[in-house]
């Protein structure tokens, strides 16, 4: 291979790497957004009047002030997502002093904001209170400055994390060494954020139109739009980058603009949100990429999948993949968490992943065909009762049922027939391995069952080639990602025993372990024995 080949692939594989990060920083503020998601939606519907019509007793005055309480408090989410984002790409992508990144990003992102106030107060552009939207502009912490949502607090939180990556270590003249080190990052921070706030106002119609132009494509493909989103979401999951795409339609422009309440109002999941909050008719145009297209794959399908994999095992196996199956059900099904599914059979069928994807583009356009009227993150039945069934029969949730049921027999007899026609190593149809003892004798190798090597971070962190192999330990909502010195002294196969779906190797020394749920608590008890002097 020549040196600029090399070099290329070098290049993906880092620009890959830093993409899947970003992506898995999003996670922090998605998935607070989700919790307070669920608190709005429950506040609005049991404070509405069509809710109090039905139901009179829910008029009582404390029942009336604890959910309009909720509805108050998860109403935070919404208001300050923009610098949670700031602060969540520092915290989340750097290596060290992880805190110290997110208390720059929140420096930074308000310097910049008043940097860009100072600018339009000085060129004499900041608009009064009746046209500060028509201008483009909002009230940000309390400082009037450009809206810029989302995008503005991930340039903030990208600026913050390459000044911290850079800075950190820097060490000053002896006059000013008390600012070196780690107290520099929130300095210098807000020195370049407000020098960049100062370019803001020349720049940000260029990448506002951008924006623009990809919800239009989005929006002018009609019905396949949502087929498309539904696609496109799952063709990135496994590079782990798909929370980009739907941060940029949920958040941006790219899932349209509409006016709420008298006030313009972009991105599907605030606009839906925003719609809620003022008690004003759901939009079918935003919800068309929200919840409901995910429901039917999330219900339904991985359901079937998990079922079609139980029944293809071999029976004196099923006992033992039983309990990884009802937990990767539960998860899709509760919270919309698809990786545990489908990592295993993404490795094994990629055709069958393919096909999985076209059923969830699928699954966005059926829903939206059929006028179903359910927004919110996850897709799973919390949505499906608080944003649906709670919201009334405006929201057609009873058609969810009969597309659900076409789903799962479509997923089942699919999974099943290609499983046995490809005789596929789903769990429970592996091989028998044996091992060969000191005295030549053979045997089976241990057997993992839950509580008892499953999950173990003493087996997991030996197969990883042990504490001194591993140079660099995360995770994201079901993966380790880890950076290995020598990826060679990895044991695949007793990783897989341990509860490993699947092994990603990005490059020689970047890899994912897919662990699914459990991923939090493994990656604790690996840290817990990498820190431990013993």
């Known amino acids: 291979m020549s040196n600029a080949a090399t070099v290329s692939r070098s290049l993906r594989t880092k620009v890959l790497s830093f993409l899947q990060e970003l992506g898995k920083t999003f996670m922090f503020p998605v998935s607070t957004l989700a919790f307070m998601g669920i608190l709005v939606g429950l506040g609005s519907s049991v404070t509405s009047e069509a809710m109090i019509e039905k139901l009179p007793f829910l008029g009582n005055d404390i029942i009336q002030f604890i959910f309009s309480f909720m509805n108050t408090v998860g109403g935070f989410g919404f208001t300050y997502l923009p610098v949670m984002f700031a602060m969540a790409?520092?915290?989340?992508?750097?290596?060290?002093?992880?805190?110290?990144?997110?208390?720059?990003?929140?420096?930074?992102?308000?310097?910049?904001?008043?940097?860009?106030?100072?600018?339009?107060?000085?060129?004499?552009?900041?608009?009064?209170?009746?046209?500060?939207?028509?201008?483009?502009?909002?009230?940000?912490?309390?400082?009037?400055?450009?809206?810029?949502?989302?995008?503005?607090?991930?340039?903030?939180?990208?600026?913050?994390?390459?000044?911290?990556?850079?800075?950190?270590?820097?060490?000053?003249?002896?006059?000013?060494?008390?600012?070196?080190?780690?107290?520099?990052?929130?300095?210098?921070?807000?020195?370049?954020?407000?020098?960049?706030?100062?370019?803001?106002?020349?720049?940000?119609?260029?990448?506002?139109?951008?924006?623009?132009?990809?919800?239009?494509?989005?929006?002018?493909?009609?019905?396949?739009?949502?087929?498309?989103?539904?696609?496109?979401?799952?063709?990135?999951?496994?590079?782990?980058?798909?929370?980009?795409?739907?941060?940029?339609?949920?958040?941006?422009?790219?899932?349209?603009?509409?006016?709420?309440?008298?006030?313009?109002?972009?991105?599907?999941?605030?606009?839906?949100?925003?719609?809620?909050?003022?008690?004003?008719?759901?939009?079918?145009?935003?919800?068309?990429?929200?919840?409901?297209?995910?429901?039917?794959?999330?219900?339904?399908?991985?359901?079937?999948?998990?079922?079609?994999?139980?029944?293809?095992?071999?029976?004196?196996?099923?006992p033992g993949i039983k309990g990884i199956l009802i937990s990767a059900v539960l998860v899709a099904v509760v919270t919309g968490i698809s990786e545990p599914t489908e990592f295993l059979f993404l490795f094994l069928a990629p055709g069958l992943y393919l096909f999985h994807s076209v059923m969830s583009g699928a699954a966005l356009m059926v829903m939206s065909l059929i006028g179903v009227n359910i927004g919110n993150t996850d897709g799973g039945i919390l949505d499906w009762l608080i944003f649906g069934i709670m919201q009334g029969n405006e929201t057609k949730w009873y058609l969810l049922i009969p597309v659900g049921i076409i789903w799962f027999a479509v997923y089942f007899f699919v999974f099943r027939w290609y499983i046995l026609k490809h005789n596929l190593e789903t769990p429970g149809r592996e091989k028998e391995e044996e091992v060969t003892l000191a005295d030549g004798v053979t045997a089976k190798p241990k057997t993992f069952t839950k509580g008892n090597g499953i999950y173990d971070p003493g087996i997991i962190l030996d197969a990883l080639g042990g504490s001194a192999n591993v140079t660099s330990l995360d995770n994201c909502v079901t993966r380790l990602r880890l950076q290995l010195k020598d990826k060679s002294l990895m044991d695949k196969a007793t990783l897989k025993k341990a509860g490993a779906l699947a092994i990603v190797e990005l490059d020689d020394h970047n890899v994912q372990v897919v662990i699914g749920a459990q991923v939090q608590t493994v990656k604790n008890g690996i840290e817990e024995i990498m820190v431990s002097p013993a």
């Open 89 to 318: 790409i520092p915290f989340g992508m750097c290596k060290r002093n992880k805190g110290v990144g997110a208390i720059s990003a929140f420096a930074g992102y308000v310097a910049m904001n008043l940097s860009i106030n100072f600018l339009l107060n000085y060129r004499g552009e900041l608009a009064d209170a009746a046209s500060m939207k028509i201008a483009g502009q909002n009230m940000v912490l309390g400082i009037q400055s450009i809206e810029m949502g989302v995008l503005g607090g991930i340039i903030v939180g990208l600026i913050v994390y390459l000044l911290q990556e850079k800075f950190q270590d820097i060490r000053l003249p002896d006059a000013f060494s008390f600012f070196g080190g780690i107290r520099f990052i929130p300095i210098v921070s807000v020195l370049v954020l407000g020098l960049v706030g100062l370019v803001v106002p020349f720049t940000w119609p260029v990448l506002q139109s951008g924006i623009e132009a990809l919800g239009n494509g989005i929006q002018g493909a009609g019905i396949f739009g949502p087929f498309l989103y539904g696609l496109g979401v799952l063709l990135l999951k496994p590079f782990g980058m798909h929370h980009i795409l739907l941060a940029l339609v949920r958040f941006t422009e790219a899932g349209g603009t509409q006016v709420v309440d008298g006030k313009p109002i972009s991105g599907a999941l605030n606009i839906f949100y925003a719609q809620l909050n003022a008690g004003e008719a759901i939009s079918h145009q935003a919800t068309a990429f929200l919840s409901q297209g995910f429901m039917p794959t999330f219900m339904f399908g991985l359901p079937a999948i998990c079922l079609a994999i139980y029944l293809t095992a071999y029976k004196k196996n099923r």
